[in-house]
Each structure stands twice: as C-alpha cells, then as structure tokens.
C-alpha cells in the first residue's frame, strides 16, 4: 500500500525541513503539497528548489500537487478570492489557466505524477457555458501537462459541476482521454454515497484522497472517527482495476491534532484491513 500524506494538515504554516523530516519519520515515504503561496510557493524557483532538497534529504517523493484553488495574494489582485477553471467569464477563466500552469510548471524543475484538479468551486450547478468553459481550459491544460509528464486528475467535489457524473460525462463527450480522476472519499460520503460515486469513476482513477465526517459538511477527519463505511470502501479498493494510493488529507481539528502518531495509526488500520479484505477475496 502506497502512503501518502496531503499537506493540507499543515496548510496554515510554511513547508520546512523539519515537517518533511516528521512525514518521514512517521513512515510515509510520498506527499501531496497543497498549492497555497503562503505554504508553498509555486512561483518561486528558490521554494521549489527547497522542496526539492527537503524531499531528497529525508527520502520522501513527491506524488502530486493539488491545484491552487485562490487567486495569489498580491497587488492589484482579490486576495482570497476562488479560481475556477470553469468560469464563463474569458479573462477570469484564462487567469485561472494561467495560475494552474505555474503549478504544472513545478514539474520542470521537481518531477510528481499527478495535478490534483477541482472543476470549480463551491455548490456550482453544471450549466452548458461552465461545461464549455471546463473544456476549453482542460482542453490547452491536457497538453500542458502531459508535456511535463504530469497527469491531471480531476475531483469529485460536492457540487454538480464537481459530482462523478459530471466529471464522465465530461471525458466521454469531449474525449479528454489523458484525463484521469482522484477520488475523494468524504465528498463521495456527502453527495452521492462512496459505492455509486466509486462505480462511476472507478475505471479512471489513479489517485485518491482519504477522509472522514458525518456525511453532512466537509469534516476532513481521520478515517474511522466519522460515519463512512470502511469495510465496504476498502472492498472498492481491493477491486479496483489498479493499485490505488492511499492519500490522506486532514484538516487541523485542534491546535496539533491529529498528530503524525495518529496519522500513522489510521494508516496502520486502514493497510490491516485492506490486507484482510485482499485475503477474503482470494479465498472465494
């Protein structure tokens, strides 16, 4: 089993040296950076040299990178402020391009494999000039992507435009075949369910982001403290057409919490129980 680590846990304070070295001492070997300037500054060529170096030094790799979801915090500009590569409005779409490239650009420099990707942001109904927009702008990121050897996978998010039958409809009807998906359990648990959600991506998905709640808001908790089915997700993963990493992205619950202690624990529980469910099916 795959262990990765988001680092949307840490998304209010800067990556460091030490955070990689305590990722590493916790046994996890690969991490998602969440593309946040004030975490982790994808512009920069210094930053990402550094990240490169932290990397190296604790012998972690780098999986993936999840697209900026702000607009950068700068003069002249909406600090804060949602971009979408979905928006209708051409100079706002095209910004939103713009800044998921500087992300795509990280692997010139720092080789990962996957470019997270939401379809927007927010409850966004999946209207025809959305759909048009998210065409348009995946149509050029496609390319770019796969000239840096990245694959973009796209999220299920908790909207239309994000919802796993949106997101098929999408590849099947504009043939973005490059495209793949990352499937995001405790947006599953939310929306539709994990299993209906799981079937209808399932032949896409390379990559995944593991997390609990009580299927009402977006807790992002450890897996097991909330109401998804483990047992029953697990069996989606043993059957999956291909090894799927487990990717854990958490919120901070409380000052320090949960712990890497705790991180690894959840990691430890989820591996035990997908090793038994492995051994089940071989049996029958």
Same mark, same amino acid.
């Given at each position: 089993?795959?262990?990765?680590?988001?680092?949307y846990?840490?998304?209010a304070?800067?990556?460091?040296?030490g955070?990689?070295?305590e990722?590493?001492?916790?046994?996890?070997k690969?991490v998602e950076?969440?593309c946040?300037?004030?975490?982790?500054?994808y512009?920069?060529?210094?930053?990402i040299?550094?990240?490169?170096?932290?990397?190296n030094?604790?012998?972690v790799?780098l999986?993936s990178l999840?697209?900026?979801?702000?607009?950068?915090?700068?003069a002249?500009r909406?600090s804060g402020?949602?971009i979408?590569i979905?928006?209708?409005?051409r100079?706002?779409?095209?910004?939103a391009v713009d800044?998921?490239k500087?992300a795509l650009?990280v692997a010139e420099?720092?080789?990962?494999r996957?470019?997270?990707q939401?379809?927007?942001?927010?409850r966004?109904s999946?209207?025809g000039? /959305? #759909?048009d $927009?998210a065409?348009?702008s995946?149509?050029h990121?496609a =390319?770019?992507? !796969?000239?840096?050897?990245v694959?973009?996978?796209l999220?299920?998010?908790?909207?239309?435009?994000g919802?796993?039958?949106?997101?098929?409809?999408?590849i099947?009807?504009t043939?973005?075949?490059?495209l793949r998906f990352?499937?995001d359990?405790?947006?599953?648990?939310?929306e539709?369910g994990?299993?209906k959600?799981?079937?209808?991506?399932?032949d896409?998905?390379?990559?995944t982001?593991f997390h609990?709640n009580?299927g009402d808001t977006?807790?992002?908790?450890l897996p097991f403290?909330?109401t998804?089915?483990w047992?029953?997700?697990? /069996? #989606?993963? $043993?059957a999956?057409?291909n090894?799927?990493?487990f990717v =854990?992205?958490l !919120?901070?619950?409380?000052a320090?919490?949960?712990?890497?202690s705790?991180i690894r624990a959840?990691?430890d529980?989820?591996?035990?129980?997908?090793?038994?469910?492995?051994?089940?099916?071989?049996?029958?």
């Amino acid at each position: 089993m795959e262990r990765v680590l988001s680092t949307y846990r840490f998304i209010a304070q800067p990556l460091s040296l030490g955070l990689i070295g305590e990722v590493a001492a916790a046994g996890i070997k690969s991490v998602e950076v969440f593309c946040v300037h004030s975490h982790f500054n994808y512009r920069s060529p210094q930053s990402i040299r550094d990240l490169g170096d932290w990397l190296n030094a604790h012998g972690v790799a780098l999986h993936s990178l999840h697209s900026p979801t702000e607009r950068e915090s700068s003069a002249g500009r909406d600090s804060g402020s949602p971009i979408s590569i979905c928006d209708p409005e051409r100079t706002r779409r095209l910004d939103a391009v713009d800044e998921v490239k500087r992300a795509l650009d990280v692997a010139e420099r720092l080789p990962f494999r996957y470019l997270v990707q939401h379809m927007g942001h927010g409850r966004q109904s999946a209207d025809g000039r /959305k #759909l048009d $927009a998210a065409f348009n702008s995946l149509e050029h990121l496609a =390319i770019f992507a !796969k000239q840096r050897g990245v694959t973009i996978a796209l999220e299920n998010t908790p909207s239309e435009m994000g919802s796993p039958e949106t997101l098929q409809a999408l590849i099947r009807e504009t043939h973005l075949i490059d495209l793949r998906f990352c499937f995001d359990f405790g947006h599953a648990h939310i929306e539709e369910g994990v299993a209906k959600s799981f079937e209808t991506m399932r032949d896409r998905i390379v990559t995944t982001h593991f997390h609990d709640n009580h299927g009402d808001t977006d807790e992002h908790l450890l897996p097991f403290e909330g109401t998804i089915d483990w047992d029953g997700a697990l /069996k #989606l993963v $043993a059957a999956a057409p291909n090894p799927l990493p487990f990717v =854990i992205e958490l !919120k901070e619950q409380a000052a320090g919490s949960p712990t890497m202690s705790q991180i690894r624990a959840a990691l430890d529980k989820l591996e035990r129980e997908l090793e038994s469910e492995q051994e089940r099916s071989s049996e029958n």
